[in-house]
């Protein structure tokens, strides 16, 4: 019900907007979340907006260069990055839920499949 895509390969320095569609249901009442799996390591929180786009949320090694945004018309959402290092490097993930903390994994309900970022340095 929800499928990231706009990955690709990158220099460090560049940028690329992801983008997350959702279909058999709207998800204009679901908070969203981005979450990052590098190779080797745990999925990560990256960033989250509410479900009216008027509180968002950051890791902070990408604030400053990440923005969330969501068009609840469209019932889509998008995550995009600017001045792309090589530590961003990772299969990102888009998310929603209705309770819990944005910052929290479990309280996620609904996950896509995954889009790869490699950011090459």
């Known amino acids: 019900q929800l499928q990231a895509s706009g990955g690709g390969l990158v220099q460090a320095g560049d940028s690329l907007r992801l983008s997350c569609a959702a279909s058999?249901?709207?998800?204009?009442?679901?908070?969203i979340g981005w979450f990052r799996q590098a190779p080797g390591k745990v999925r990560e929180f990256v960033a989250a907006i509410n479900w009216s786009g008027g509180n968002t949320y950051y890791l902070d090694s990408v604030k400053g260069r990440f923005t969330i945004s969501r068009d609840n018309a469209k019932n889509a959402m998008y995550l995009q990055m600017n001045s792309l290092k090589a530590e961003d490097t990772a299969v990102y993930y888009c998310a929603a839920r209705v309770f819990g903390s944005p910052l929290r994994l479990p309280d996620y309900r609904y996950w896509g499949q995954g889009t790869l970022v490699t950011v090459s340095s």
């Open positions: 058999g249901r709207t998800f204009d009442n679901y908070n």
